[in-house]
């Protein structure tokens, strides 16, 4: 999507030098705008691990990019040397986000291409690069394809309300910020706007870390979609008077039973968009569902973060980003990043191949080589 | 309660000097202790009006001292020009924060006492100094006695836990700072903890104001209660997995059916309970029951407050409490105070004549005389 009128994806190799790979470093977002450079793996796993990038589809494609980044470094005197080197970077690259399915994936899909083209090291490295800009490619394809299928729901509402704009509220960033473009979320709303089909989102702050007054709003306000910032807390109220038309959300793990995991406090308003009747959609490309799981509560694990990142918060102050305590310095707090939304609560499914129950009978009409 | 290990109310008169009122200046919290001196009707307003203190409870009691600050500034030469003062400072008191209801009850009373005991004006003064500390200890052993209400509940919970701590969630401030002493949300809580009955409370940041990240962990942290801050968005997800005993929260409007008003986000926080049969509790005293309204969505009015509590936030940055600007600076942001639990969502409410169903029957059954 566009920044500052230019296009740009989250994720790329630098223009001048393919050794090095380039992302927009969302820290400082939404008051400064920061391209950073990415040379080792130690640089990557940092760029994760500290969320310099963040969001399913954005770890994923940096994971691929990563392992890309450990071939060009690996030892070449031996294909096993070559490969050992790799799959330890890939260990490495998996333990820095727990609850991220795609960065397991991604590291998967490289080793398994890296090792299928024979033993020359020049080949198994240019494997990696193909497979790095492939997996960033077939990102920003499924974002757009979950655009294309998710736009038919908010036409529908659309058709309803006379030409008044159809309220969508989000969570977190699952936007174009969280992928290589596009979006999962954002993607039937940008679809939407882009199509003249008047939209108006909430925006939830989505604390503690604040991706959405953040990113998702910077993204928005970048793309000129009309949006409001709101608190967490008042999703609720708004459901309960009409303010909502639906809800889209994304997910960092989705069961193929339907239990979706996303951002700690989506259970919150899945529980509020039930109790008033308000449409309830998870956007994802397949690579985010788990095939293995059944009960997301009980079995996927919760990433739990620092208790700094609920007692200090960044903000902008004299032209400068600056980090500002909210409680008192000695009480402890407690920050779960994710939670669990059970598939009851979840009224479908934008997938990049359609919407889809989220149930397992839902999910395996849609991908039919996962029956077992 | 306890600062730094010694007991305080949140106003009182000052020890060697009867005609000066001191309060807990809120507004630094939790970074730093400030009291501050009220000497005229005019300090007692600011103090009011630009949110030195908040809260029902102790909105009323200052109200009440400065109705005694008015008396014994008024003119002394006769009771009519000493009356028409006071009414002239009523008046002024009562626009401070106009819609609450406790300013008004406290001016009136003070009013009504003062006429009440003839034209000796030393009478008056000392009839205004009375009333002023009876309600301030009324309001007190009114959540005193909700507190010894609802120590019962938390008192069975821990007979089943073995003496693992009983975890409480609140949200937002409804404790000793928001009355005069002990809280409604927190007496019960402050009840068993001077018991010995092992508690833990999860303490609701309640963005946009944080009043739980500031005032309910600053004041559990001085009077020694183990407790955790979460950001908003934590509860379902703590609730989900067992570790969340009961939720007690205070409001500032219910209706004798049982529709619960409180801070905004209180809703989902039900939802949640009710989810997974989480026990959900309301503290109130009397005062803040509404015996006309019967649909608490419906009919009670929600305060919209500015963009900005939302869009900035105050923190501690080098030692100096600052504002930080958290979203993109053309970002719209939107701001409802409060929002309603409707009372199939509510346990019970406690209040200081015991522990009811949130519903007509048994809110009348504790308060027969308001049966019509």
């Known amino acids: 999507m566009n920044v500052h009128g230019k296009h740009y994806r989250t994720i790329w190799l630098k223009e001048d030098d393919d050794t090095v790979v380039q992302i927009i470093d969302q820290r400082p977002l939404p008051h400064k705008f920061v391209i950073e450079d990415l040379h080792t793996v130690d640089d990557v796993a940092r760029a994760i691990k500290d969320m310099h990038i963040r ?5 994923g494609a940096t994971a691929g990019y990563g392992m890309y980044i450990a071939a060009l470094h690996a030892p070449k005197d031996s294909a096993e040397a070559f490969t050992a080197q790799l799959v ?61 299928h998710g736009v038919s729901i908010i036409e529908e509402i659309s058709k309803r309300k006379n030409g008044e704009p159809v309220n969508i509220l989000t969570h977190c960033n699952a936007g174009w910020m969280a992928f290589v473009d596009y979006g999962t979320a954002t993607a039937p709303i940008y679809a939407a706007h882009d199509r003249g089909i008047p939209v108006h989102v909430w925006v939830d702050e989505t604390r503690p870390r604040n991706q959405g007054a953040r990113i998702t709003a910077w993204e928005l306000n970048e793309h000129g979609v009309p949006h409001t910032v709101i608190a967490d807390n008042v999703g609720g ?29 989506t259970y919150l308003k899945a529980l509020a968009a039930h109790d008033n009747g308000v449409p309830f959609y998870v956007a994802l490309p397949s690579s985010t569902f788990d095939w293995t799981k059944r009960d997301g509560v009980k079995e996927i694990p919760i990433e739990e973060r620092g208790a700094d990142e609920v007692k200090y918060i960044n903000g902008l102050y004299n032209g400068e980003v600056v980090s500002v305590l909210l409680t008192p310095a000695d009480s402890p707090a407690t920050n779960y990043a994710f939670d669990v939304t059970p598939a009851r609560l979840v009224t479908g499914l934008i997938t990049e191949r359609g919407i889809c129950d989220a149930s397992e009978e839902g999910v395996l009409g849609l991908y039919p080589e996962k029956r077992k």
């Open 55 to 59: 969001g399913a589809g954005l770890v």
């Open 237 to 265: 109220h708004l459901m309960q008077h009409g303010m909502v038309d639906m809800v889209i959300v994304g997910t960092d793990r989705t069961l193929y039973t339907g239990d979706v995991a996303n951002k700690i406090g």
């Open 88 to 148: 330890a970077d890939g260990e490495k690259l998996k333990a820095t986000r727990p609850t991220a399915v795609n960065l397991e994936w991604a590291v998967h899909r490289q080793l398994d291409a890296i090792a299928a083209v024979g033993d020359n090291i020049d080949t198994k490295i240019a494997a990696a690069k193909n497979i790095a800009q492939t997996i960033a490619d077939e990102d920003a394809d499924f974002c757009r394809r979950i655009g294309e």
